[in-house]
């Protein structure tokens, strides 16, 4: 079964960079046919996807972080990797990660909450 | 984007009955749809693919419907421990988006 467990910072300053991690086991992000998708859920309960990665290295983002949002792989480790640029008070949220099978989340993470605060 | 309105927001029911859930999309996406229940404090769980599929696990109370714009949730005999948030999600295309999330109470 392929668990996923992210780890970070709870607490980001303002215009910090948020860097979160999500350690995947039971699997390999490696495997072809999936992506492994950062999802974040505001406090108001909506969810927002940010983007993914395949294990080609090849990612997709939301147009509306594109320009703020890196996602990485490192198939050594068995990670994915999330960098979220010039945090706001807006970006405070649970951060999932998620592996998906034609863009159907089917295993996610536990959720890491993140707070900007100064 | 491909918008995703759910209704209602909120309901509350009573253990055995059929309970029904709408996600009503911006445009045709075919039957991909994907339903979502998420639980206090813990991470989304798939219910449904592709508009009516069963994930591995999931009780048999649980039926997806629906193609093009509009897309149904049905929980067929409500039980206690079906309390919980549940979203419709669309895979049609990126960037993928959510419903806003129904919330299914017990009376």
């Known amino acids: 079964q392929v668990q996923l467990q992210e780890s970070g910072p709870g607490l980001v300053k303002p215009s910090q960079t948020l860097s979160l991690t999500c350690s995947v086991s039971?699997?390999?992000?490696?495997?072809?046919?999936?992506?492994w998708s950062w999802i974040r859920q505001h406090p108001g309960k909506d969810l927002e996807w940010i983007g993914y990665?395949?294990?080609?290295?090849?990612?997709y983002y939301n147009p509306s972080l594109k320009s703020r949002v890196t996602i990485s792989m490192d198939a050594s480790k068995n990670q994915l990797s999330l960098n979220l640029r010039s945090m706001t008070a807006a970006d405070t949220a649970v951060y999932y990660c998620?592996?998906?099978?034609?863009?159907?989340?089917?295993?996610w993470g536990q959720g890491s909450l993140v707070t900007v605060s100064s | 984007d491909i918008q995703m309105t759910q209704s209602p927001s909120s309901l509350s029911a009573s253990v055995g009955d059929r309970v029904t859930i709408t996600c009503r999309t911006s445009?045709?996406?075919?039957?991909?749809v994907n339903w979502f229940q998420q639980k206090s404090g813990k991470a989304p769980k798939l219910l449904i693919y592709?508009?009516?599929t069963l994930e591995t696990g999931v009780p048999s109370r649980f039926s997806g419907s629906g193609s093009g714009t509009d897309f149904t949730l049905t929980i067929s005999s409500l039980q206690p421990e079906d309390s919980a948030r549940y979203f419709c999600?669309?895979?049609?295309?990126?960037?993928?988006?959510f419903g806003g999330g129904t919330k299914v109470e017990i009376k």
């Open positions: 990665i395949f294990e080609s290295g090849n990612t």
């Open positions: 998620a592996r998906s099978f034609k863009d159907v989340p089917d295993y």
């Open positions: 592709s508009a009516s």
């Open positions: 999600q669309q895979s049609y295309t990126t960037p993928l988006t």
């Open positions: 039971g699997g390999s992000i490696s495997d072809g046919g999936y992506s």
């Open positions: 445009q045709s996406i075919y039957n991909y």
